[in-house]
């Protein structure tokens, strides 16, 4: 579904990205870690087209979308949430996820139709959501907010879905929730890319990991086998593995 070729990106002559190469099978549900500053974010930000690349290429479903725009990345069926949720806060909860569907189907006009209305309520249904469909986004918790960015991002119907750390702030029962609605997209047919830190979190959702450690990948495997080496640890604890 997707390619990293080689990819390299350096901010003010820091390279924070080196030579990363790996590809997201289709269907997968893939997780890419690594410790704080790994370039985990820029490597969302350079699939997704906020940045672009300094070397190398990104192929998405065999095209080259290397120097596509953002929001034609949008239509090339890959969607994003950020570590930082950015919804619009005085926009509704309802308001909010039409955006997302706008961003696919028509990105320079903004109409808000019976059926868009519906179809935005539903799937706010559908993720146990419906209750804050009409209330301002700023004054919602804030793992009620990662969820509806979550939403959002669904509502541009991506094949490639990227989550940047979305379990980080949310409680025992949100992540639970949020583990749901994300395995019920992948049984939809949506291809999983997401950051978390959350190791568990890791395990039950992905069935592949891709390690980054200061800008370059260390590993890839199953989570089982990411587990297991050695490297992985050191990078993580910053000693040397037994
Ligand atoms: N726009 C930018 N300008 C300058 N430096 C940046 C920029 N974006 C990221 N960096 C630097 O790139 C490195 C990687 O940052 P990045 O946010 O990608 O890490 P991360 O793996 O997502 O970390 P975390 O787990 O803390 O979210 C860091 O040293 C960071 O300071
Ligand atoms: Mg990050």
């Known amino acids: 579904m997707l390619e990293l070729d080689n990819v390299s990106k350096s901010f003010g002559g820091l390279k924070v ?14 997780a890419l870690i690594g410790p704080n500053g790994a370039g985990k974010t820029t490597v969302f930000n350079l699939i997704s087209g906020v940045y672009p690349l300094d070397q190398g290429t990104i192929r998405m479903e065999g095209g080259d979308i290397t120097a596509l725009p953002a929001r034609l990345r949008v239509r090339r069926g890959i969607a994003r949430t950020f570590q930082n949720v950015r919804l619009m806060p005085h926009l509704s909860t309802v308001e909010n996820v039409m955006l997302g569907e706008h961003w696919r189907a028509s990105p320079f006009s903004l109409t808000r139709s019976r059926r868009a209305v519906q179809a935005a309520e539903a799937a706010l249904a559908a993720a146990g959501l419906g209750t804050y469909s009409g209330q301002v986004v700023s004054t919602m918790p ?15 119907q991506p094949r490639l879905l990227m989550l940047d750390e979305p379990a980080a702030g949310l409680n025992t029962a949100e992540t639970a929730e949020l583990r749901a609605l994300l395995e019920r997209a992948s049984a939809q047919g949506i291809t999983l890319l997401v950051v978390e830190h959350d190791m568990n979190f890791v395990r039950q959702l992905c069935d592949h990991v891709v390690v980054l450690n200061f800008g370059r990948k260390i590993f890839e495997g199953t989570p089982v086998e990411v587990h297991a080496d050695p490297g992985v640890r050191e990078a993580y604890l910053g000693v040397q593995a037994a």
């Open 142 to 156: 804030y793992g009620i907010q990662k969820r509806i960015e979550v939403v959002r991002a669904l509502a541009a």
């Open 17 to 30: 990205i080196d030579s990363v190469s790996f590809r997201v099978r289709r269907g997968s549900r893939t």
